[in-house]
């Protein structure tokens, strides 16, 4: 995957799930987010003062979490989230 600015990572992964009808919010409290239904509308919460890289990884996490078709992803999007897998994976090993 060639390289790119977290900042923009982040906006593509925001854009993508906007794209799907997912609620995105940014909230203050004491948690760190992810993929949740409330009353029946699928949502990402992520805590707002979470740094980039933090959200990103919440979002490829919450994206593959939800189970969004992969025909629906760019090759960009599925880059990333494959790329934020891979670095989970290291960080658990």
């Known amino acids: 995957m060639k390289r790119r600015k977290p900042e923009t990572i982040l906006e593509e992964l925001e854009k993508f799930v906007r794209e799907l009808g997912i609620t995105l919010r940014y909230e203050r409290g004491d948690f760190e987010g992810g993929y949740c239904v409330l009353k029946e509308q699928k ?10 890289q933090k959200r990103i990884s919440l979002l490829a ?25 891979a670095k989970l994976k290291i960080a658990k090993e």
Do not use: F, H, R, W
């Open 43 to 52: 949502m990402i919460v992520i805590n707002k003062i979470a740094n980039t």
């Open 61 to 85: 996490q919450s994206i593959v979490e939800m189970g969004i078709d992969e025909g629906l992803m760019s090759q960009t999007v599925k880059e990333i989230i494959e790329d934020e897998l």
